[in-house]
């Protein structure tokens, strides 16, 4: 797994083992489709802004696969460099150590995705 690609990578293992479990609890699975879609539709907050308060929280929960998908997604939301810099710095603030570690992580999902290789 390339550093230019790992984020997509992850993303396809992930989506492919969820698959797999999907297969045994497809209820569960479609209420929190339906739970992610609701959150995620733009409101009084854009989805832009929606997708890096979850990357943040994907940072402050040291969760990979969250960091990925929601990098992603903030990416085709429009989120520029800049605004998942500073979002980052939130996470840093709030979390202290290990965001030093998962908020550059996050960054470089972001710049992964943002860069065009969607």
């Given at each position: 797994?390339?550093?230019?690609?790992?984020?997509h990578?992850?993303?396809?293992?992930?989506?492919?083992?969820?698959?797999?479990?999907?297969?045994?609890?497809?209820?569960?699975?479609?209420?929190?489709?339906?739970?992610?879609?609701?959150?995620?539709?733009?409101?009084?907050?854009?989805?832009?802004?929606?997708?890096?308060?979850?990357?943040?929280?994907g940072?402050?929960?040291?969760?990979?696969?969250?960091?990925?998908?929601?990098?992603?997604?903030?990416?085709?939301?429009?989120?520029?460099?800049?605004?998942?810099?500073?979002?980052?710095?939130?996470?840093?603030?709030?979390?202290?150590?290990?965001?030093?570690?998962?908020?550059?992580?996050?960054?470089?999902?972001?710049?992964?995705?943002?860069d065009?290789?969607?």
């Amino acid at each position: 797994m390339s550093d230019a690609t790992h984020n997509h990578d992850l993303l396809t293992t992930l989506n492919a083992q969820a698959r797999e479990l999907r297969k045994h609890i497809p209820d569960v699975y479609q209420g929190f489709a339906a739970t992610h879609k609701a959150a995620m539709a733009e409101g009084a907050l854009s989805t832009k802004v929606k997708e890096l308060i979850a990357l943040a929280i994907g940072v402050t929960n040291r969760c990979d696969g969250c960091i990925a998908s929601h990098a992603r997604g903030a990416a085709r939301a429009g989120a520029t460099k800049e605004e998942a810099a500073e979002a980052m710095g939130v996470a840093i603030l709030l979390n202290g150590g290990h965001s030093t570690v998962y908020g550059p992580r996050a960054y470089a999902a972001f710049c992964e995705f943002a860069d065009g290789q969607n």
